[in-house]
């Protein structure tokens, strides 16, 4: 039992390329999330899914985009990199049913340049 | 909406101390839960405590404990006899208890530093 994934661990990007973060989990979750974290800002919910083909934007979400086509998968993608998104990205889930607590991936690295 | 003020940004102790770390949150959901999660220096986050809105018993969990008071909005952690290891980031976190959003809404966190 994994937990929550993601790849890469680190990335370093010039401003415009685009790429994907990969998150994935094995426990059936139907709750995914992207958080970023920024330093002195906490985390900030980026998108949401709560099942398989259902997403919904979080509180900053431009810039972004995501899809849900499996349980297991939610990755993100960053359509044209900007240094403003130089963060550290966690992806999170949790069953929707009870208050099941959010378990959160080890975290990608990025830095835009 | 929920939102959440952790006013210490850092606190600093010796080791053996006790330190009480704050944490007010505002909401206008009748059904909530608060969460409370540690970011050690290696960046990874860990679950520490979910507590329902609707119960307010305090919880001890070794060292750790928790006093949870609806009537101040207040959720606040305390350690007693600190380590080094317990130096992290802590962060508190409320989320509505309804719908399908289960949106975890972070405060900035205060960063522990235990000193030896």
């Known amino acids: 039992n994994a937990g929550v994934t993601q790849t890469p661990k680190f990335q370093v990007l010039k401003t415009g390329q685009s790429m994907t973060l990969q998150c994935a989990q094995d426990?059936?979750?139907?709750?995914m999330s992207w958080y970023r974290q920024d330093p002195g800002m906490g985390l900030r919910l980026i998108h949401y899914?709560?099942?398989?083909?259902?997403?919904d934007q979080g509180e900053v979400p431009n810039g972004y985009n995501v899809s849900r086509s499996t349980t297991e998968d939610f990755p993100l993608r960053l359509l044209s990199a900007a240094p403003s998104q130089t963060s550290v990205y966690f992806c999170?889930?949790?069953?929707?049913?009870?208050?099941?607590?959010?378990?959160f991936g080890p975290g990608t690295r990025l830095t835009v340049l | 909406a929920q939102k959440v003020t952790q006013a210490q940004t850092e606190i600093s102790v010796v080791e053996k101390e006790d330190v009480t770390l704050d944490c007010v949150y505002e909401?206008?959901?009748?059904?909530?839960?608060l969460f409370w999660y540690k970011q050690p220096p290696s960046g990874e986050l860990v679950f520490l405590i979910r507590r329902n809105s609707f119960d307010e018993q305090n919880e001890i969990s070794g060292r750790y404990s928790w006093n949870f008071q609806k009537s101040t909005s207040s959720f606040n952690f305390t350690i007693t006899a600190s380590q080094v290891v317990d130096s992290a980031v802590y962060f508190c976190a409320p989320r509505s208890g309804g719908g399908s959003n289960y949106k975890l809404t972070f405060g900035k966190g205060t960063l522990l530093t235990v000193n030896p």
């Open positions: 899914s709560v099942g398989a083909g259902i997403t």
């Open positions: 426990m059936n979750h139907e709750y």
């Open positions: 909401t206008r959901d009748t059904t909530y839960y």
């Open positions: 999170a889930s949790n069953r929707v049913s009870g208050a099941g607590e959010q378990f």
